[in-house]
């Protein structure tokens, strides 16, 4: 039993090294690309709409973006490529392998799929292609948060909610209401959430170790080690994207990880939790929801511009300090999850 545990660590360590010398290798690729096409950051239309925000980006105008490819992609080739080569050297590859039915068939193919959508709205609206409202994507992520929930409902038979090792049955249509709104929850915050150097990736990193480590307790190797994958993708990232970032990932990045978030906590029985390892996405959402709801009502703001993190950038606090202190918060959010996810499951 302690052998297989070692070994799996191993695993998971292996296929986190591998994954962060891909995104490393990549890394200059997607320079190249981005640079060869203007693949940049660009002054935001109907910068009246929100002129606080639009004059503290200025100064990012330039810097490439579409990056988060680079997130998502090395975890997808990494799979599809230890899946091949486990079938020509079946010992060390075989081993290596993490793409499982049970446990990451879904993640993988929803990294892939909000990566993909998330790369064509971004080419979109860079190239203003057409003009989706956010009533449009919203509407999007609505239909494949629908998808996802079929698969929970239709082929893993899931009319329950999880939380940890009591499970609590709710009905197909209670669930079904449950998942779309854990599911537009995750990626609209992660997507506010994305808009100081490093946030994002940083606390993304927070919230899928603590995942990986809920996967692993619970002895889904496997997932454990497709958390591993984008940890080091991660990893990799934050080095380049931490304030003053060479560039940013725009929604392929936020939509694809925000999705393997969910998915990841549906899955580790830890959705419950969500509210506590991503404090930081729920405070950032509440501050545009309070801001809109403060205007529309009581005609001012309650915030000088929202999300949050524009209001202490025109406080005067530097991108790093707002980007540290909130790693700090998430970090105390993840620590008190993982108290509570311990103490149920063991007692």
Not at 3 to 27: A, C, E, M, R, Y
Not at 119 to 124: M, P
Not at 152 to 179: E, S
Not at 223 to 229: D, V
């Amino acid at each position: 039993m302690a052998n297989d545990t070692f070994l799996n660590l191993v695993k998971i360590f292996t296929v986190s090294w591998l994954s962060g010398l891909v995104t490393l290798l990549l890394v200059p690729l997607y320079l190249k690309i981005a640079l060869r096409f203007d693949l940049t950051d660009r002054p935001k239309l109907n910068s009246s709409q929100t002129p606080i925000a639009n004059q503290l980006s200025q100064s990012k105008v330039g810097t490439p973006t579409m990056a988060g490819v680079i997130l998502w992609f090395p975890t997808v080739i990494l799979a599809l490529l230890l899946l091949g080569l486990k079938n020509f050297y079946p010992g060390p590859f075989d081993f290596l392998n993490f793409v499982d039915r049970r446990e990451t068939y879904l993640p993988l193919a929803g990294i892939f799929l909000g990566g993909l959508f998330g790369l064509i709205d971004d080419l979109l609206r860079h190239f203003n292609l057409i003009g989706l409202r956010r009533r449009d994507n919203f509407l999007i992520y609505l239909t494949i948060g629908g998808l996802f929930a079929w698969w929970f409902i239709a082929k893993l038979n899931f009319n329950f909610i999880d939380f940890v090792d009591q499970r609590f049955y709710v009905g197909t249509f209670f669930f079904l209401l449950y998942f779309l709104f854990i599911f537009l929850a995750t990626v609209l915050s992660a997507d506010i959430t994305d808009g100081v150097d490093g946030l994002f990736a940083g606390l993304s990193f927070l919230i899928i170790l603590i995942l990986s480590v809920f996967a692993f307790m619970n002895g889904d190797y496997n997932l454990a080690t497709f958390g591993g994958s984008l940890l080091g993708s991660l990893l990799v990232y934050l080095w380049f994207n931490f304030p003053p970032a060479r560039f940013f990932d725009g929604n392929t990045g936020s939509f694809s990880v925000g999705i393997a978030i969910v998915l990841m906590s549906f899955f580790t029985q830890a959705s419950l939790l969500l509210p506590l390892l991503a404090i930081v996405f729920v405070i950032e959402a509440m501050s545009v929801l309070l801001q809109v709801f403060s205007k529309k009502f009581f005609g001012k703001k309650i915030f000088l511009s929202a999300p949050i993190h524009y209001h202490f950038r025109y406080l005067g606090i530097t991108e790093a300090g707002i980007t540290f202190r909130f790693w700090l918060i998430n970090f105390l959010g993840c620590t008190l999850a993982l108290l509570i996810y311990f103490l149920l499951k063991f007692g």
